[in-house]
């Protein structure tokens, strides 16, 4: 049987979008405490080189590192992309690519699968290569949508902008008789509703929380990471690395039900010059 371990886990996204991956754990792991960063002194991530992505990341694993907490979720599809690492220093480390691969060809039918992302993300291949290794068959097409991460932080998910922005991008993609859609990006999850609008219930929509939740809760019965077993309710701790009030009240509008309690502004320490 596990050891119990009141350590809290740690997310990390470039702005808001990792909000979804938080509400998804703090949802199917009601016991844990969290503490969420997201990078907002460096956002977007999408339109940065793979060297600068993967500093960015490695600097962000260090900081949750020195606040001890017990697992690292990569919230971000783009960092995810240059961080495929399962561990960094002993520390279990989880990104978005491989749950939300192995999701979407556990859903599709026809093997045709379709991925938004980022730039990065896109040009990453990282959903294609990921696909292609555990279903040779399949067949995968990509759209870069780059406006949709600035309508997400600007909290235009119900806006007629957004709709015809996200018509314009899927559109193409549709033509490919797609039957799972990937949200690569976990900004997207934002603007679902405009997203399934476009998509029709003929998509199915892979969303990369529901996918990760699902393989942290396997790392729990395996005894990979310990469960928190305590009579003190469980805490969640929102940073970003510049202050924002826009930020903190999307945030409360996204992740409702679960309530934050407390947002706070650091400063992520830059790497060490060896």
Known sequence: MSQADARPIGVFDSGIGGLTVLKELALQFPQESFIY????????????SASTI?????????????????A????????????????????????????????????????????????????????????KLLSPAAQVFDQACPLFVPLAEEGWDADPITNLIVYRYLNPLLQNQIDTLILGCTHYPILKNSISRVTGKSVEL??????????????FLAGRVNPRVSDRPRKILIMTSDYSAHFTDLAVRILKPIVADEFRVVEVQV????
Not at 37 to 48: E, N, Q, S, V
Not at 55 to 63: A, G, L, R, S, T
Not at 206 to 219: F, K, P, T, Y
Not at 271 to 274: A, E, G, P, R, S
């Open 72 to 131: 690292i979720v990569i919230a971000c599809n783009t960092a995810s992309a240059q961080m495929f690492e399962h561990e960094f220093e002993g520390l279990p480390v989880y990104n978005v690519i491989e749950p939300g691969a192995k999701r979407a060809l556990s859903v599709s039918e026809n093997q045709r699968i379709g991925v938004l992302g980022t730039r990065a993300t896109i040009n990453s291949q990282a959903y294609t290569k990921q696909i």
């Open 206 to 219: 892979v969303d990369s929380g529901e996918a990760i939740a699902q393989w942290l809760n396997q790392d």
């Open 54 to 70: 993967r500093k960015y990341c490695e600097q962000n694993i260090e900081f949750l590192q020195s606040l001890d907490v017990k």
């Open 37 to 48: 960063l997201g990078d907002t002194a460096r956002l977007p991530y999408g339109a940065k």
């Open 271 to 274: 790497q060490k010059v060896h």
